[in-house]
Nanobody, 128 residues
């Protein structure tokens, strides 16, 4: 049974930092690209960032470039999201997602439905 478990969310003031973690089990972690999505109330679930199976390639959404950093530790089956200079508009539920690496397709997608597994999410609230 595949499980993705997010942690590290919370309440932080604008300008502050948080580090999210997503621990994976039940899958060959190094065979999967990983991504973070977020969903604010009344809005669609949007991709934040993604990282390839090896960590050698990354993708960032325009709104988080220069502020957020994705990383992974394949020995620990964990992906991280370091969030700095947080803004109130970063407030959302953050989800991690796994996408099996298949060389017949792009290593990441910006569409949440293209991912194979999802976590339950962790709330991030940034106060102004």
């Amino acid at each position: 049974q595949v499980q993705l478990v997010e942690s590290g969310g919370g309440l932080v003031q604008a300008g502050g930092s948080l580090r999210l973690s997503c621990a994976a089990s039940g899958l060959t972690f190094s065979s999967y690209a990983m991504a973070w999505f977020r969903q604010a109330p009344g809005k669609e679930r949007d991709v934040v960032t993604a990282i390839s199976w090896s960590g050698g390639s990354t993708y960032y959404g325009d709104s988080v470039k220069g502020r957020f950093t994705i990383s992974r530790d394949n020995a620990k089956n964990t992906v991280y999201l370091q969030m700095n200079s947080l803004k109130p508009e970063d407030t959302a539920v953050y989800y991690c997602a796994a996408r099996k690496t298949n060389f017949r397709r792009t290593w990441y997608s910006t569409t949440w439905g293209d991912y194979d597994y999802w976590g339950q999410g962790t709330q991030v609230t940034v106060s102004s």
